[in-house]
T-cell receptor
Framework: GNSVTQMEGPVTLSEEAFLTINCTYT??????LFWYVQYPGEGLQLLLK?????DKGSNKGFEATYRKETTSFHLEKGSVQVSDSAVYFC?????????????FGKGTHLIIQP | DTGVSQDPRHKITKRGQNVTFRCDPI?????LYWYRQTLGQGPEFLTY????????KSRLLSDRFSAERPKGSFSTLEIQRTEQGDSAMYLC?????????????FGPGTRLLVL
């Protein structure tokens, strides 16, 4: 089946630090990969996505590259801000062969201290 | 541009009671998904509609759960004979048909507490 593994949190960083949140996956078929973010008191929002190998998704200074050879989609940001404090979810969906919804990781709680 | 809406936002019920949640997707979206999220976990897929047809159900969806999307617009999720283990956030998402990798837009969720 499909599964997503991401680093457990909480991850606590100082403002302007470099961020990496690791995400690896297993999938039957060719997945599309996503990062969703959940800010305190809000619903899930798409942060970025990539639909094929070597694609790079980017948004709000965050980036992630679809690495088929390592089955990974690590999230990075060069300089985090307090406003980036949230829970980040890595997810996949399999292209074709029906639509069984997104498979999510458990989420990584990111805390940015001023 | 209205997003996905869900009603109610919170529901407290006693074990054994039935509850029903409603989801209104983004108007032009023909796909609608239901997920369940428990504390400290990512959302788990429950079921999916394309227009009014329910095309996929997770094994998580026991026979106490039923979902409908009668006119291909809003959807309802009913839980019969609720159990304490049903306490969770129930999320709805919608998307438009694409070639794959389409973005799902999530609603704010309905938080259910079963006493």
């Amino acid at each position: 089946g499909n599964s997503v593994t991401q680093m457990e949190g909480p991850v606590t960083l100082s403002e302007e630090a470099f961020l990496t949140i690791n995400c690896t996956y297993t999938a039957t078929g060719y997945p599309s990969l996503f990062w969703y973010v959940q800010y305190p008191g809000e619903g899930l929002q798409l942060l970025l996505k990539a639909t094929k190998a070597d694609d790079k998704g980017s948004n709000k200074g965050f980036e992630a590259t679809y690495r088929k050879e390592t089955t990974s989609f690590h999230l990075e940001k060069g300089s985090v801000q307090v406003s980036d404090s949230a829970v980040y979810f890595c997810a996949l969906s399999v292209v074709g062969g029906g639509a069984d919804g997104l498979t999510f990781g458990k989420g990584t709680h990111l805390i940015i201290q001023p | 541009d209205t997003g996905v809406s869900q009603d109610p936002r919170h529901k407290i019920t006693k074990r054994g009671q039935n509850v029903t949640f409603r989801c209104d997707p983004i108007s032009e979206h023909n796909r609608l998904y239901w997920y369940r999220q428990t504390l400290g976990q990512g959302p788990e897929f429950l079921t999916y509609f394309q227009n009014e047809a329910q095309l996929e159900k997770s094994r998580l969806l026991s026979d106490r759960f039923s979902a409908e999307r009668p006119k291909g617009s809003f959807s309802t999720l009913e839980i019969q004979r609720t159990e304490q283990g049903d306490s969770a956030m129930y999320l709805c998402a919608s998307s438009s048909t694409g070639t794959g990798g389409e973005t799902q837009y999530f609603g704010p969720g309905t938080r259910l507490l079963v006493l």
